[in-house]
């Protein structure tokens, strides 16, 4: 059993903290229970890599508690704007800095206007972790790569640095507004949309990160797997949420919603506005 740590709790979540800290095994976090009243605002990040299913689950969970959602804008949104012609891949370490830097900023401003609470999809340690990986090892590391002895040409060190001073912010902005984290694991096989790295390595680097930075930084995180009824009943579970309509109804108003998102990458969407 690790030292148990006290929950960081901001505004009026703060008196309703209880519940003991466990060691958490594989991952080493504390998971902290917490229970919200009703009229009580939150903060809550659903967390996880890339292809675990953050989008879906914070619709449903968004549409079942009538909290509402925020995210921010999508590299598929931001490169035609800001790199017309390139594909994330091809994106060099200044170019993806810029990138994850207009993330970031685009989902601070985006919070900003829900001082009541929110269920984020991903927060602004997502951009971060990724970024800090891809900077670091590439795209398609091998099995072997680890952060911690990785070899770096002196460019890539460069860049490495500048993600090390990023994080400044981006662990400040996280500390200061997220209550709580529901981290979904790696559980599915990677989804290959033609834009998003092909390479479980990878993935599995990027939650490494995601989750010592957030042990390190003490919030509250609750690691929720399953199919995705069962990660919504155990949300509801856990913070005590109140439920404006059934599981049932939730997902399908996610599916919707989830079903009318522009999953075009970026080179289709400048090829259909040049049309």
């Known amino acids: 059993m ?25 991952h080493h976090l504390h998971h902290l229970a917490l229970t919200t009243p009703p009229g009580a605002s939150v903060n809550l990040s659903i967390s996880g890599t890339y292809s675990v299913g953050k989008t879906i689950t914070s619709m449903a969970i968004a549409h079942l508690t009538g909290i509402p959602r925020t995210a921010a804008p999508t ?36 919070e900003s206007h829900l001082p009541n609470g929110y269920i984020s999809d991903g927060s602004a340690l997502h951009e971060w972790s990724y970024a800090n990986v891809r900077v670091k090892v590439g795209i398609n590391p091998n099995e072997s790569v680890d952060l911690d002895n990785v070899e770096m040409p002196d460019d890539v060190r460069f860049y490495a640095e500048v993600m090390k001073q990023i994080a400044i912010p981006a662990k400040q902005h996280t500390k200061s507004n997220y209550d709580a984290f529901v981290h ?18 990878f993935r599995q680097l990027a939650e490494q990160l995601l989750l010592e930075t957030l042990d390190e930084l003490e919030i509250p995180v609750h690691i929720v797997g399953g199919t995705i009824p069962e990660r919504l009943a155990r949300i509801v579970e856990i913070f005590g949420f109140p439920q404006v309509m059934t599981i049932e109804q939730a997902i399908a108003r996610a599916e919707e919603e989830y079903a009318q998102l ?13 049309a």
């Open 184 to 201: 979904l694991p790696i559980e599915f096989p990677i989804v290959e949309d033609g834009h998003r790295p092909v390479n479980e390595r």
């Open 2 to 26: 690790g030292h148990c740590r006290p929950a960081r709790t901001r505004g009026p979540l703060a008196a309703y903290a209880t519940g003991s800290a466990l060691d958490d095994a594989s």
């Open 75 to 110: 590299m598929r949104e931001l490169l035609p704007i800001s790199l017309p012609g390139k594909t994330l891949e091809e994106c060099n370490g200044a170019e993806l800095i810029m990138l994850i830097s207009r993330r970031i900023q685009g989902r601070a401003v985006a």
């Open 262 to 274: 522009d999953t075009r990458n970026e080179l289709e969407r400048m090829a259909d506005a040049a």
